[in-house]
Nanobody, 119 residues
């Protein structure tokens, strides 16, 4: 059974920091690209940050320079370090694991963790 379990969300003041973690089980973690998405109330889910199996990263423009995604294959965990948080970062943050080779495609989601940034 595949599980992605997020943790680390919470309430923080603007300018503060949080580190989200996503622990994966039931998959060969190292062959999956990993990503963090977020969804604010009444908005579509958006990609925040992505990291490939090789460690290459990319970010949505609004978080560049403030957020850092990383992975620890030995711990089957992906992280999102969030600094200089803004009220507009308030959302439920979801971990995503994706694998795709030829016709074999797999995508898994975590249950989400709430991040609330107060002004």
């Amino acid at each position: 059974q595949v599980q992605l379990v997020e943790s680390g969300g919470g309430l923080v003041q603007a300018g503060g920091s949080l580190r989200l973690s996503c622990a994966a089980s039931g998959i060969i973690f190292s062959i999956y690209s990993m990503a963090w998405y977020r969804q604010a109330p009444d908005k579509q889910r958006e990609l925040v940050a992505h990291i490939t199996t090789g460690g290459s990263t990319n970010y949505t423009d609004s978080v560049k320079g403030r957020f850092t995604i990383s992975r620890d294959n030995a711990k089957n965990t992906v992280y999102l370090q969030m600094n200089s948080l803004k009220p507009e970062d308030t959302a439920v943050y979801y971990c995503n694991a994706k694998y795709g080779v030829a016709i074999i495609k797999r995508t898994y989601w975590g249950q989400g963790t709430q991040v609330t940034v107060s002004s």
